[in-house]
């Protein structure tokens, strides 16, 4: 499995970027998403999760609300629609795949990553 992050760039607070992931094989047919977020000098954090199963989705409290996470199976690929962004969302934004479907908010349970790509929010 191999997952490509895009989308990341430079936004003032208040504003929306949508990250894609782009994932190689059957990965949305068996597999859970996610999303997570490493800020400098920090750990890589939970953002949101999808279910392979169902499609049902998980948000963490930070971004409920403002972020939506979504699929296309088609083209085999994860967005994440970032709205109302704040300075604090800055970080490298890291999409993930999980082959066992634990539907986990825990880097650990995660076995395939994307390269990550860059979300800046300046104030």
């Known amino acids: 499995v191999q997952l490509q992050a895009s989308g990341g760039g430079l936004v003032q607070a208040g504003g929306s970027l949508r990250l894609s992931c782009a994932a190689s094989g059957r990965t949305f047919l068996s597999y859970d998403m996610g999303w997570f977020r490493q800020a400098p000098g920090k750990e890589r954090e939970f953002v949101a999760v999808?279910?392979?199963?169902?499609?049902?989705?998980y948000s963490a409290d930070s971004v409920k609300g403002r972020f939506t996470i979504s699929r296309d199976i088609a083209l085999n690929t994860m967005y994440l629609q970032m709205n109302n962004l704040k300075p604090e969302d800055t970080a490298v934004y890291y999409c993930?795949?999980?082959?066992w479907g634990h539907g986990s908010s825990s880097v650990e349970d995660y076995d395939y990553w994307g390269q990550g790509t860059l979300v800046t929010v300046s104030s």
């Open positions: 993930a795949a999980d082959k």
């Open positions: 999808l279910k392979w199963s169902g499609g049902s989705t």
